[in-house]
Each structure stands twice: as structure tokens, then as C-alpha cells.
């Protein structure tokens, strides 16, 4: 089993025993909204034979992790997927589903985690991310850990923003210089905007 040591937290395999908690998160208003996803309407049983194939049968396009506290508690989840080797990128997505572990770092730490992993473990060269324009908290955690923002991308009607952070980037001080808090955007539009 893989299991990948961040500062607070631990990247593992996913199991079948994480299916209530993931059950419960992908059937979340909230939780869904911050991902422009719609929960999902099946029922457990449904979903935990859709979960079993998924543990079975691993696709070869992603890499998906349960993110647990350093003692343990299963927290949420993280992936990397569209896997391009061709062009050496992937897309990142992350997901803390127990709110009380929300606004503490641990986001940060997990992101900060998973392209350190990336980048040392995989030949991926690009990293990118789309997250909602209105999420600010997210943005801000992940400019914290070197992402840069691109450009605006509109999908199904949503605004995005494009997040991207490169190897060499992460290879040269594992940091953003522009990523602290006070920074501003490329893409902020001032006092008026978010």
C-alpha cells in the first residue's frame, strides 16, 4: 500500500472502508458546489458497487489518494488525472470533506504533498488545476503552494480559473515567490472584484 507523508497528513491507497465517508461528501450540497459537480442521487448500495469496480479496476488516466490526518482519520481526497505523458502534464483535484478540518493548512499540505510527489516520482513536467473564480479560499491555498493562474476558462456556464505550476518551477524553491497572501492576482481585477 502507498502511503505518501506530508507535514500533518498522509497520502494512501484508497478502500473499500473509505466508501461512507466519500458517500456522504459526493452527496454534500455544499461540497459538490465547491467542485461544480451535482451530488450524486444513487443510493449506498449503488454507489459502493461502483465504488468496488473502481478499487478492482484502476484506471491508467489517474491516480487517486485518501487523504488521512497523522492519526489516522480519513479527511478526503485527492487525484491527479487526464494523465498526459505525451505532453508530461496531469490535473490536480483536491477535496477535504470533514469540515472540521477545513481553514487549518491542511489543503496546502496536501496539495504541497502530492506535487511533491508528482515531481519526484512521475516524469510530469505541468500540473494544472481549474478552480470555481468565486472559491478565493481555494485560490489563495493554492497560490500559497506555488500554482500560478493562467487564465479565466468558462465551463457549463461557470467561471474558472486555471491554475498551472511546472516542474522546474517546484524544482527551483518549491514555492511561488509572488504566492504570498498579500500578492495580488494577475487575473484580479482590483477592489471591485472578488
Known sequence: ????????????DKQLEDASNDYSWR???????LDAATPITMT???FLRYYQDELRYPGIGSRRFA????????????????????RGQAE??????????WNKGYGADVVKTL?????????LNRIYL??????????????????????????????FILMEIRRHEWLNGNQNPNASQD???LLDPGPTGL
Open 67 to 86: 487523504i488521512e490526518t497523522i492519526h489516522g482519520q480519513h479527511i478526503g481526497n485527492c487525484m491527479y488525472y487526464d494523465i498526459d505523458n505525451f
Open 1 to 12: 500500500m502507498v502511503r505518501i507523508l506530508g507535514q500533518n497528513i498522509a497520502l494512501r
Open 27 to 33: 452527496t454534500d450540497e455544499e461540497l459538490s458546489s
Open 130 to 159: 481549474h478552480t470555481l473564480e468565486w472559491n478565493t479560499r481555494a485560490r489563495r491555498s493554492f497560490k500559497k503552494v506555488g500554482f500560478n493562474e493562467v487564465k479565466k476558462v468558462n465551463r457549463d456556464r461557470k467561471q
Open 44 to 46: 449506498y448500495p449503488q
Open 92 to 101: 490536480l483535484g483536491i477535496m477535504i470533506g470533514d469540515r472540521n478540518y
Open 115 to 123: 506535487v511533491n510527489h508528482i515531481f519526484t516520482d512521475t516524469t
Open 183 to 185: 500578492s495580488p492576482s
